[in-house]
């Protein structure tokens, strides 16, 4: 029996879900199968009610085979979860059907029984549109069951993939949402495992660069071009700077367009920052004309010495009234801060509601941050609960096509990767990113910050020791 469940083709590269299984070893609560032996010249379909089959047909009573439960006269053909499953801690599944029934060989007559296949995602709440489960619900039909469960945090759904023990934890879904900064520890805690054979899917091909590069990773977490694929990304979205206009202007402050304009002086003790020792000296960095990523070694090789970063930071903080990563937008608000360095999400809605509030994407390059679709090594959804289910592979497809993208929306709730320049779809119009001159009213409204700002743009890696070192040394004083 063929399983008829596509859109744009996304479930072409499910593996196949028929095995063969004796009846006897399946639940009784299931299955409950007739033994049909008859002659016949050619294998056929048989289709139709029993009542339109010949009487010998539809009369025929269970016998048990001399041969025992293995005879080739009990076999019986599977589709789907339940044949895989057996007798699990699963939800009662739903009662098997012989939908069909396949003669071979004029042996024996092979029953045709058809179940629902489930996947289990466990994703942070607000990450997945309500349209995405309704989408593929529909795509589904009757053939898959998709259960959703959402998180508050990356940090909660981190903390159960340690915890595979533990009934209902995400280390038991087939797919878990990732943040990006926490693949890297996540890999090397041992509780994810790498994705297989991506080379063989659509939506590997259509992963630019430098998503391939975020995504492979050797066993230590850190960037590897010859290491594993271990997620696949869904949405980004990017570090931002929103400050008062009114505010700024009226102290002779001038618009903030790139990390430098943080420190005049009129915003000393003024400027609310994410708790995130990373982006402060990632900042620092930027100010000098460094990379995000820049390491110890990089360092060394530049044209700033370490004593000049230090100072650096020094000034940076001395700006810095706040550091929380969520009373900074409120700051703002209450006019304590005049500007705020935050997440996309969180400052587009803020200023969205206020005509005082301007907000800008660094032109020298901001951070990006990713939210990602990873396996727990311990998905239990596939064959005899283990290994992740088999509609995988159709939830990654999903998450990647090209109708998932929003491009009116921008970075609102986040972007698709497809959107992230350096793979632009052929659909998006030139307005889409938009000129330098426009960028602060738009990006309000969720338009895209210009392509040379995102192409000097960076994913936060994984820092190597020595960089570490650094780090430690930079934040202690």
Same mark, same amino acid.
């Given at each position: 029996?063929?399983?008829?469940?596509?859109?744009?083709?996304?479930?072409?590269?499910?593996?196949?879900?028929?095995?063969?299984?004796?009846?006897?070893?399946?639940?009784?609560?299931?299955?409950?199968?007739?033994?049909?032996?008859?002659?016949?010249?050619?294998?056929?379909?048989?289709?139709?009610?029993?009542?339109?089959?010949?009487?010998?047909?539809?009369?025929?009573?269970?016998?048990?085979?001399?041969?025992?439960?293995?005879?080739?006269?009990?076999?019986?053909?599977?589709?789907?979860?339940?044949?895989?499953?057996?007798?699990?801690?699963?939800?009662?599944?739903?009662?098997?059907?012989?939908?069909?029934?396949?003669?071979?060989?004029?042996?024996?007559?092979?029953?045709?029984?058809?179940?629902?296949?489930?996947?289990?995602?466990?994703?942070?709440?607000?990450?997945?549109?309500?349209?995405?489960?309704?989408?593929?619900?529909?795509?589904?039909?009757?053939?898959?069951?998709?259960?959703?469960?959402?998180?508050?945090?990356?940090?909660?759904?981190?903390?159960?993939?340690?915890?595979?023990?533990?009934?209902?934890?995400?280390?038991?879904?087939?797919?878990?949402?990732?943040?990006?900064?926490?693949?890297?520890?996540?890999?090397?805690?041992?509780?994810?495992?790498?994705?297989?054979?991506?080379?063989?899917?659509?939506?590997?091909?259509?992963?630019?660069?430098?998503?391939?590069?975020?995504?492979?990773?050797?066993?230590?977490?850190?960037?590897?071009?010859?290491?594993?694929?271990?997620?696949?990304?869904?949405?980004?979205?990017?570090?931002?700077?929103?400050?008062?206009?009114?505010?700024?202007?009226?102290?002779?402050?001038?618009?903030?367009?790139?990390?430098?304009?943080?420190?005049?002086?009129?915003?000393?003790?003024?400027?609310?920052?994410?708790?995130?020792?990373?982006?402060?000296?990632?900042?620092?960095?930027?100010?000098?004309?460094?990379?995000?990523?820049?390491?110890?070694? +990089? !360092?060394?090789? *530049?044209?700033?010495? #370490?004593?000049?970063?230090?100072?650096?930071? =020094?000034?940076?903080? @001395?700006? /810095?009234?706040?550091?929380?990563?969520?009373?900074?937008?409120?700051?703002?608000?209450?006019?304590?801060?005049?500007?705020?360095?935050?997440?996309?999400?969180?400052?587009?809605?803020?200023?969205?509601?206020?005509?005082?509030?301007?907000?800008?994407?660094?032109?020298?390059?901001?951070?990006?941050?990713?939210?990602?679709?990873?396996?727990?090594?311990?998905?239990?959804?596939?064959?005899?609960?283990?290994?992740?289910?088999?509609?995988?592979?159709?939830?990654?497809?999903?998450?990647?096509?090209?109708?998932?993208?929003?491009?009116?929306?921008?970075? +609102? !709730?986040?972007? *698709?990767?497809?959107? #992230?320049?350096?793979?632009?779809?052929?659909? =998006?119009?030139?307005? @889409?990113? /938009?000129?330098?001159?426009?960028?602060?009213?738009?990006?309000?409204?969720?338009?895209?910050?210009?392509?040379?700002?995102?192409?000097?743009?960076?994913?936060?890696?994984?820092?190597?020791?020595?960089?570490?070192?650094?780090?430690?040394?930079?934040?202690?004083?």
């Amino acid at each position: 029996m063929h399983c008829c469940c596509h859109e744009h083709g996304m479930f072409s590269s499910l593996p196949s879900l028929k095995v063969w299984r004796p009846a006897s070893s399946l639940p009784s609560r299931h299955l409950q199968i007739a033994h049909r032996v008859k002659a016949a010249s050619c294998a056929r379909w048989i289709d139709g009610p029993a009542c339109d089959r010949p009487a010998n047909e539809s009369q025929t009573k269970h016998q048990t085979s001399p041969e025992g439960p293995y005879a080739p006269s009990r076999r019986h053909l599977l589709f789907g979860a339940a044949s895989i499953f057996g007798s699990t801690g699963l939800p009662a599944l739903p009662e098997a059907e012989a939908t069909q029934v396949l003669n071979v060989d004029g042996q024996a007559d092979l029953e045709v029984f058809q179940f629902c296949v489930y996947l289990s995602v466990v994703a942070l709440r607000g990450s997945v549109p309500n349209q995405w489960v309704e989408d593929f619900k529909q795509a589904l039909g009757e053939y898959g069951v998709l259960r959703l469960q959402q998180k508050g945090q990356l940090q909660d759904i981190y903390k159960e993939l340690g915890q595979p023990v533990k009934k209902k934890s995400a280390s038991r879904a087939d797919v878990v949402t990732v943040g990006d900064s926490w693949l890297g520890p996540a890999i090397k805690a041992g509780y994810l495992q790498p994705l297989q054979d991506v080379d063989s899917f659509r939506w590997w091909d259509c992963l630019a660069p430098h998503w391939r590069r975020l995504v492979t990773r050797n066993l230590s977490g850190q960037a590897d071009p010859k290491g594993q694929v271990w997620a696949v990304p869904y949405r980004w979205g990017c570090t931002l700077v929103a400050f008062n206009t009114n505010k700024l202007c009226r102290r002779g402050g001038v618009p903030i367009h790139d990390w430098s304009d943080l420190l005049q002086p009129c915003l000393k003790g003024r400027v609310a920052f994410l708790d995130s020792p990373r982006e402060l000296v990632g900042v620092a960095l930027k100010t000098l004309g460094l990379p995000y990523n820049c390491t110890y070694s +990089q !360092l060394c090789k *530049s044209h700033v010495s #370490l004593q000049q970063l230090q100072q650096r930071l =020094q000034h940076l903080r @001395d700006q /810095v009234r706040l550091f929380s990563s969520r009373d900074h937008t409120r700051a703002l608000a209450a006019n304590d801060v005049w500007a705020i360095v935050g997440s996309s999400l969180d400052l587009i809605p803020l200023a969205s509601r206020s005509s005082n509030i301007s907000i800008t994407a660094p032109v020298s390059g901001t951070a990006l941050w990713a939210d990602l679709w990873t396996v727990p090594a311990h998905a239990s959804g596939g064959s005899q609960m283990q290994g992740p289910s088999p509609l995988l592979p159709a939830w990654f497809e999903f998450a990647l096509q090209p109708s998932r993208m929003q491009p009116s929306r921008g970075l +609102q !709730l986040g972007a *698709s990767p497809l959107q #992230l320049p350096g793979h632009l779809s052929s659909s =998006q119009k030139e307005h @889409d990113v /938009v000129s330098s001159s426009e960028w602060a009213s738009q990006l309000i409204d969720g338009v895209m910050p210009e392509k040379e700002t995102l192409m000097r743009s960076e994913f936060l890696l994984p820092l190597d020791q020595d960089t570490i070192a650094m780090y430690q040394k930079l934040l202690s004083v």
